[in-house]
């Protein structure tokens, strides 16, 4: 079921700078969403606008089929948590929490329970009497989070909120965020710049830059088939190199022609091919689809990441468990599947479009 939806949202501001470019999407009630790109991409004004906190220069909100555009923040079924938290430091973990409801004019009856269950929620059972300033970073996000939910929203919004936090913590509050947010069955929508902390975190992605969202979809698909040089580029590392598709299921790159699972252009089109550095395996040059001379080699705990060129000077990065010498020619062998072709800047609706004819095409087949 639909919960919100954003219908050809543009926002310039005075100076004439377009922060968001007729923005079209739609949030499913239940799910974990969240908005990522670099700084300036415009997913925080996304944010403010759903909240209610920016007007869209042109174009709708929907909240359950309901036109909120022009409503008020304060009534709206929707709840922040920012990104410095924005904690009342002179008041206690327990008013913190229960400050949206006594604005409220909830009875203390209800709000003691209230805060109780919220705080078990967040795993801070105990901490009800704590100053703000006597907790960690993560239990201040805890709180934060508590305030939030206590207020049973429909959907949550958290704008980079976990960017403050060391790695570890970081890493441990994902896991938090995720569990609180199945445990709800509310909507979330979270801002991030971190392609991994998207990629765990989220039943669907939008992936923005520049005002424009560049793709939409679940992180495997986001991952496995980007639709443009941004993304494949943004998320996660990748070698691209520009190539030929010769027709469905061949493609040239590297002056070699290889089997691929991709189809759909036209013969001869020009085009740029994507494999993933995991998606490289170390052989023998003799073994190999590629053979490389190995450049540079760094140990990162789990993997090597070495950097190669070939006979074409094309560079590669490669992420494999066995290292190699410096100056080793090695093969390098991949899968058809591990191959993603790629239609010159192609956005996503043209993306979209030549699948659908494709697929269309096949099964008539």
Not at 257 to 271: H, L, R
């Amino acid at each position: 079921m639909d919960i919100i939806k954003l219908k050809h949202i543009t926002k310039k501001y005075d100076d004439g700078f377009v922060a968001l470019k007729d923005i079209n999407l739609t949030i499913e009630s239940g799910k974990f969403y969240s908005l990522l790109g670099p700084s300036g991409s415009g997913k925080s004004t996304i944010l403010r606008i759903i909240a209610g906190f920016t007007q869209p220069s042109s174009g709708q909100v929907l909240f359950d089929g309901n036109d909120i555009t022009d409503l008020d923040a304060s009534k709206r079924h929707i709840n922040t948590v920012f990104q410095n938290y924005a904690l009342f430091p002179h008041l206690d973990v327990f008013q913190n929490v229960a400050f949206g409801l006594k604005i409220k004019k909830r009875p203390m009856s209800e709000i003691k329970p209230a805060v109780k269950d919220a705080l078990h929620m967040v795993r801070l059972d105990g901490y009800a009497n704590r100053e703000i300033s006597e907790l960690s970073g993560g239990q201040q996000q805890r709180v934060a989070i508590a305030r939030a939910i206590v207020n049973e929203p429909k959907v949550l919004l958290l704008d980079e909120s976990l960017s403050a936090l060391d790695k570890r913590l970081r890493k441990d509050m994902q896991f938090e965020l995720r569990a609180i947010q199945k445990k709800l069955g509310i909507t979330f929508i979270f801002v991030t710049h971190d392609q991994e902390e998207a990629l765990s975190m989220s039943d669907e992605i939008f992936v923005l830059n520049d005002g424009q969202i560049q793709q939409s979809g679940n992180p495997v698909a986001i991952y496995d088939e980007p639709v443009n040089d941004f993304v494949a580029r943004f998320i996660g590392d990748s070698n691209i190199l520009s190539g030929r598709m010769i027709h469905d299921y061949e493609v040239e790159f590297a002056n070699n022609k290889f089997k691929c699972a991709d189809g759909g252009m036209k013969p001869n089109e020009k085009v740029e091919v994507v494999i993933r550095p995991e998606d490289l395996d170390i052989v023998k040059p003799e073994d190999g689809k590629i053979v490389v001379t190995a450049q540079t080699q760094l140990f990162l705990g789990d993997h090597f990441e070495i950097k190669a060129i070939d006979a074409n000077e094309n560079e590669w990065l490669i992420h494999s468990t066995n290292g190699v010498k410096l100056g080793q020619r090695v093969g390098l062998f991949f899968d058809p599947e591990d191959i993603h072709v790629m239609r010159l800047n192609e956005s996503q609706h043209d993306f979209d479009a030549r699948l659908e004819k494709y697929e269309a095409d096949e099964n008539e087949k």
